[in-house]
């Protein structure tokens, strides 16, 4: 009897977490948003449309403008080919975010990282082109696009579009480009 008495502030003593593990970490959050990039206004797209641009990409913005989006079939790995999208969008450096896309009915959240390009960070993910997260490109209803800090885009359906992701999936295409409509 008298040993269990003592033995019972040991086995309490074991029960105890250790200290490290309730251990908190204070950040100053001022420091934290320090350099992010300030959001920026909703570019204003009423007159924006998608046009064929170079090496096959689809373009979509003001003509005579930097497109505010650009969408391109590439091959990719394994035979298997892959759609590139680009929001030229000045992006903080090695930032990471998920660009979605709303509209007929269905929704995608696309993963998009900051990537250098010649001399400004730039929003750029691939996806592969038979992923579901395109699917809300492929209707026949307007869509719109948000990107965090980058606005929304009011995206008009286009055959263009459509096709494009269309001739990505099919078997045996090489990513070929677009052909002038």
């Given at each position: 009897?008298?040993?269990?008495?003592?033995?019972?502030?040991?086995?309490?003593?074991?029960?105890?977490?250790?200290?490290?593990?309730?251990?908190?970490?204070?950040?100053d959050l001022e420091k934290a948003y320090a350099g992010a990039t300030d959001p920026i206004e909703s570019p204003d797209t009423s007159e924006a449309i998608w046009?064929?641009?170079?090496?096959?990409?689809?373009?979509?913005?003001?003509?005579?403008?930097?497109?505010?989006?650009?969408?391109?079939?590439?091959?990719?790995?394994?035979?298997?080919?892959?759609?590139?999208?680009?929001?030229?969008?000045?992006?903080?450096?090695?930032?990471?975010?998920?660009?979605?896309?709303?509209?007929?009915?269905t929704m995608a959240r696309i993963p998009v990282d900051a990537t250098w390009r010649g001399n400004r960070w730039r929003w750029e993910g691939t996806v592969a082109?038979?992923?579901?997260?395109?699917?809300?490109?492929?209707?026949?209803?307007?869509?719109?696009?948000?990107?965090?800090?980058?606005?929304?885009?009011?995206?008009?359906?286009?055959?263009?579009?459509?096709?494009?992701?269309?001739?990505?999936?099919?078997?045996?295409?090489?990513?070929?480009?677009?052909?002038?409509?």
């Amino acid at each position: 009897m008298r040993l269990s008495f003592l033995a019972f502030p040991l086995l309490l003593a074991a029960c105890q977490q250790p200290e490290q593990d309730n251990a908190q970490q204070r950040i100053d959050l001022e420091k934290a948003y320090a350099g992010a990039t300030d959001p920026i206004e909703s570019p204003d797209t009423s007159e924006a449309i998608w046009s064929p641009g170079p090496d096959g990409q689809l373009l979509f913005g003001n003509i005579g403008e930097r497109p505010f989006l650009s969408i391109a079939c590439e091959p990719g790995e394994r035979g298997a080919n892959a759609v590139r999208i680009v929001r030229h969008l000045a992006a903080d450096a090695e930032a990471q975010a998920f660009f979605a896309f709303i509209g007929n009915g269905t929704m995608a959240r696309i993963p998009v990282d900051a990537t250098w390009r010649g001399n400004r960070w730039r929003w750029e993910g691939t996806v592969a082109a038979d992923s579901p997260d395109l699917d809300p490109l492929t209707g026949s209803r307007d869509l719109y696009a948000t990107l965090p800090g980058g606005g929304r885009l009011d995206l008009p359906a286009s055959p263009l579009l459509g096709r494009l992701i269309a001739e990505c999936r099919a078997p045996g295409s090489s990513g070929s480009p677009l052909p002038d409509r």
